[in-house]
């Protein structure tokens, strides 16, 4: 086979029911939200304190009229990541659980701690990135705890799962994107690419994840694979702002992908052609303390070597510039000065011709 399927190929073996379905129960449980079929509740997932302060975390379940999958969209596990926070909320009574095919379960703000404190990327209890920690633990700090109930209550029940992020308080994703989680398993990684098209962003990027490690299962993205999800990541925003463009772009993403489980009756995404991107690149990190301007543009192609922006210390004076270290298009920039050692101050991903063979890195 060529390296390289064609998204016609791709599309064709992916009609098939991914895993059993879950959303064919007469009432629906997540957390204090029990729904009946055709309604929608909401609820709290509450984590009792341990050696830490308790949280609860909001929840809305819409159980659909008659069954189908359960899909769960997460997004706030970096509680300043307002864009796709916002669009949540939003998304929730924009679907009709009379009219529902299956279960939704919706997740608005997992790490309230710092939505609240305003603290990006990590939670201020434990000073965790809830990003890291799955698949939790019942007797560690809140992060853990927490991702443990929502690995129970969430993951466990969904047969697809996005996980939504971007445009944290220091990152500028200017290129929004979805992304196919594969795991080598070739019927639910053409599903998760699938529904990448089907959301409908222009970007689609292909990360690749070896099932067989011992460190896959550390994101939801990677516990969804283990568990026979489609696993997909959405990045939309940009510094801590939030534009209505944004958010429709989220919620219209997210009826899309119910359209294209037979969820809800809705039109066929409109063709496009994807730009398909490897996740796989180098990192372009600080090397330490200072400040960061970038001087490139998103959505912009650099080659090798270009200056993708430059590095001061804290009296101004220029300490070097930061290069792109292979040629692909620039799809974040750090949007702040503050920088410290290890944070990404870039992002430049090779443009592929079209869905590659799954290849972890
Ligand atoms: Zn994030």
Known sequence: MNRYLTLAAALVSLVSPLVAQQGDKPTFTVGTAVARRGTMATG???????????MS???AVIHGARPGPVVAFISGQHGTEYTTIIAMQRLIPRIDPAKLAGTVIIIPL????SFVSMTPQRNPTDNKSMLGVWPGDPNGTQSSRAVALLMKEVVEQSNVILDFHGGDLDEDVGVPFTAAVRGGRAKQDSESVRLAVAFGVAHIQII??????????????????????????????RVGTVTDADVK???????NVLGALKMIDRPATPAYKPIWLDAAAPQISAQGPGAFFATVATNTIVKLGDVLGYTTDFLGNKTGDITSPI???VVYVHGVPSMRRGVSLAEV?????????????
């Open 249 to 255: 772009l989220a919620i219209d993403g997210c009826l």
């Open 208 to 237: 690749d994840r070896n099932v067989e490690s011992p460190t896959v299962g550390r994101r939801v993205d990677g516990q969804a694979l283990l568990h026979g999800a489609a696993s997909l990541l959405v990045g939309i925003g």
């Open 327 to 329: 040629e692909g298009l």
């Open 57 to 59: 975390i909001s929840v």
């Open 349 to 361: 991903l090779p443009v592929l011709p079209g869905v590659p063979e799954w290849k972890p890195r």
């Open 110 to 113: 997992v790490n309230t701690p």
């Open 44 to 54: 709290q997932i509450v984590v009792p304190a341990g050696s830490d302060s308790g």
